[in-house]
């Protein structure tokens, strides 16, 4: 449990040499200035910025994605949690955790775990050659193909969750092939979600989804 509400520990694995890079965070250094966290490495940084409106806005590069990723969360998220995970939009890898010293190294570590198996299934033998693949535009015609089929797959086995709820009536989807994804769209309640279909990267990590969540 974090004791001090006040500070909290985040941390990020950096794209270029796949070190973890761990700081605590105060209230008080935060409010003063933007902090930045740079890898021993010098190649890479996040930035953890306190706005006036009272939120954090982070950003950090990413693991797997050629650019980094903005997140912006509430003062309460940022110093009252345990562990909160600040994940990749495109393969759900962790881009950044923040909370309790321990659980952040553990989650540190696990999520480096689901990192080097994605390399392994991919082929890839490190970091940079996934985020240079990521960056690539799809090859496959058929990928398309593919992923609409999971995700009629997803809707008959009612894995497809948006606003509506455990509603008992059959939900119905739009699907819209856009110029970077292919857009589902709950045609009751209009939560949606884009399927990058811009990267083979992306593109593998829906394929291996078992759920679909639409916001």
């Known amino acids: 449990?974090?004791?001090?509400?006040?500070?909290?520990?985040?941390?990020?694995?950096c794209p270029s040499c796949g070190s973890g890079v761990i700081s605590a965070v105060g209230i008080?250094?935060?409010?003063?200035?933007?902090?930045?966290?740079?890898?021993?490495?010098?190649?890479?940084?996040?930035?953890?910025?306190?706005?006036?409106?009272?939120?954090?806005?982070?950003?950090?590069p990413c693991p797997v994605c050629p650019?980094?990723?903005?997140f912006t969360i509430t003062s309460n998220v940022f110093f009252k949690q345990e562990l909160f995970a600040l994940p990749c939009p495109y393969t759900g890898i962790n881009a950044a955790v923040l909370?309790?010293?321990?659980?952040?190294?553990?989650?540190?570590?696990?999520?480096?775990?689901?990192?080097?198996?994605?390399?392994?299934k991919s082929g890839l033998g490190d970091l940079s050659a996934i985020r240079k693949t990521a960056g690539e535009a799809l090859?496959?015609?058929?990928?398309?193909?593919?992923?609409?089929?999971?995700?009629?797959?997803?809707?008959?086995?009612?894995?497809?969750?948006?606003k509506c709820g455990e509603s008992e009536q059959k939900r119905e989807y739009d699907v819209e092939?856009?110029?970077?994804?292919?857009?589902?769209?709950?045609?009751?309640c209009g939560a949606s979600r884009l399927i990058p279909t811009d990267s083979h990267l992306g593109a593998y990590a829906f394929l291996n989804a078992d759920e679909?969540?639409?916001?």
């Open 139 to 162: 090859s496959d015609p058929q990928i398309d193909e593919i992923i609409l089929y999971v995700i009629k797959e997803l809707d008959e086995e009612g894995k497809i969750y948006c």
């Open 177 to 188: 092939m856009q110029e970077d994804g292919i857009l589902v769209t709950c045609k009751r």
């Open 28 to 60: 008080f250094s935060l409010s003063a200035d933007m902090v930045k966290l740079k890898c021993t490495c010098g190649k890479s940084e996040m930035t953890v910025l306190y706005g006036k409106d009272g939120k954090i806005r982070i950003t950090v």
């Open 99 to 120: 909370g309790d010293l321990n659980l952040v190294k553990a989650e540190l570590a696990r999520s480096e775990l689901e990192l080097l198996d994605l390399m392994e």
């Open 1 to 13: 449990m974090i004791l001090d509400a006040k500070q909290t520990n985040i941390a990020y694995r």
């Open 212 to 215: 679909l969540h639409l916001e």
């Open 67 to 70: 650019n980094p990723h903005q």
